[in-house]
């Protein structure tokens, strides 16, 4: 048997309909989480990349709570899980009225109705209307197992906070049909939210025009900004708007903390005993340099940098691919290799340059070997290995074996020599 009773004030009833509100914008449904000194409503999209927990201090919030699990003790919980269009019907906008008019409420009564001698299970809410009338609501709920999404915020180094009020002027702004809000920091002390949609298009047909909207806003005007310069941080606006649109109704400043891309971001937010979290996942890009403390070893594009590692005879470079000995025998004229030739001079390259210069030799050494000039080479079996019945066969002088006496395998290569004479030379063999 669960027991839970709690009684609201009139502007608390109207804060659980403002939430209310803000987590029907992400999810149908809405789960419940009480324990013995707090209240929480959680909501996870169908997307399941954004999650929301709106969470009630049992002392701060309520005018008195009462929460008793069936079973867990101190640490035990009672859950379950709503429709939230069924809650807000109940939970209307106009519970508090300070001029005291007829629509307005002097107390809120809730309690679970989960005991042994009931047929039904109900979730019992009671409006207590200021001319004594008494509205009572009994909503089915489902009993769910509700589960939390973690986030270390000992892991997200950037962060800022800004007054909710001043980041809603800043949305009302954002085009309507635009999808994807893109947060980032860069070197002249600003910071900038921009929404924008990606063009769509369908062969010809165009079914999504680009639109674009950016804010650029100076870091001064945050309560805290820590972030890094170059780092592009990307959510979802309609998350976004939700969410400000709700602190705002709070009056108090919104947190975020965040790492880097593709990883979760954090919005917090809170006020006389309220405290809302929405973690969201996230898209972006970031700036190697900046965003990376020790990047991974690279090839480099400075021309520099690139003209010293192709010099260096370091073991862990990779060599050039080694030429078949019929292509070499027939470019490589004998005593050549015995003869080294003085590289060239070369002028310093520019370093503003976007391209990389390389000297003859480096040239000569890297590129890939290109056949595509030479006509095609007829290649001879120097094996003496054949028998007279057997009809003549073509080799690669390069990759034939000396044969052993007994005719059984290669024993040893040979370097070949080189064709005598093209293909288009020889006559009456096809």
Not at 67 to 73: A, F, I, L, N, Q
Not at 97 to 115: F, K, L, M, T, Y
Not at 278 to 295: H, K
Request: glycine letters at 6%; hydrophobic letters at 35%; a negative charge.
């Amino acid at each position: 048997m669960v027991v839970l009773n709690f009684t609201l004030t009139p502007e608390a009833a109207s804060k659980v309909h403002d939430l209310l509100i803000c987590l029907g914008k992400f999810s149908d449904t809405v789960a419940i989480e009480a324990r013995h000194d707090k209240f929480t409503f959680t909501a996870l999209n169908s997307s399941k990349s954004t999650y929301a927990a709106l969470t009630l201090d049992g002392k701060a919030f309520f005018t008195n709570y009462e929460c008793v699990p069936s079973h867990g003790g101190s640490d035990g919980r009672f859950t379950c899980s709503m429709y939230t269009k069924a809650l807000l019907s109940v939970f209307k906008g106009r519970l508090y009225d300070p001029s005291g008019r007829a629509g307005a409420i002097s107390r809120c009564e809730v309690s679970v109705q989960d005991r042994a001698e009931e047929t039904q299970c109900r979730f019992i809410i009671k409006m207590v209307c200021n001319q004594g009338v008494i509205k009572t609501y009994k909503l089915t709920y489902e009993a769910v197992d509700v589960m939390h999404a973690l986030f270390d915020r000992n892991a997200a180094n950037n962060r800022w906070s800004m007054q909710s009020g001043t980041i809603k002027e800043y949305i009302e702004h954002f085009g309507t049909r635009t999808e994807m809000l893109d947060i980032f920091a860069g070197d002249d002390r600003r910071a900038v939210f921009k929404s924008y949609t990606e063009k769509i298009s369908n062969g010809r047909e165009v079914l999504k025009h680009p639109l674009v909207t950016a804010i650029a806003v100076n870091t001064s005007d945050f309560d805290d900004f820590n972030v890094q310069p170059g780092l592009h941080i990307i959510i979802s606006v309609k998350d976004f708007k939700a969410i400000v649109i709700h602190a705002d109704t709070l009056k108090t400043s919104l947190k975020a903390y965040y790492s880097l891309p593709t990883r979760p971001l954090q919005f917090s937010y809170g006020a006389d005993g309220l405290l809302c979290e929405f973690t969201l996942m996230t898209s972006g890009d970031y700036n190697s340099a900046t965003a990376i403390p020790t990047p991974a070893p690279q090839l480099s594009s400075r021309p520099n940098s690139r003209a010293q590692s192709a010099r260096t005879n370091d073991s862990r470079s990779m060599p050039p691919p080694t030429e078949p000995a019929s292509r070499r025998s027939s470019r490589i004229q004998p005593g050549s290799a015995n003869k080294a030739a003085s590289p060239k001079p070369q002028p310093d390259p520019d370093p503003e340059s976007l391209f990389v210069g390389q000297d003859d030799d480096e040239e000569a050494r890297w590129e890939p070997a290109d056949y595509s000039n030479e006509e095609e080479m007829l290649g001879w079996d120097a094996s003496a290995n054949q028998d007279a019945g057997n009809f003549p066969t073509f080799r690669d002088t390069g990759s034939f074996s000396k044969v052993d006496d007994a005719g059984t395998g290669p024993d040893e290569k040979m370097e070949g020599i080189a064709a005598s004479q093209t293909v288009s030379q020889v006559q009456g063999l096809w």
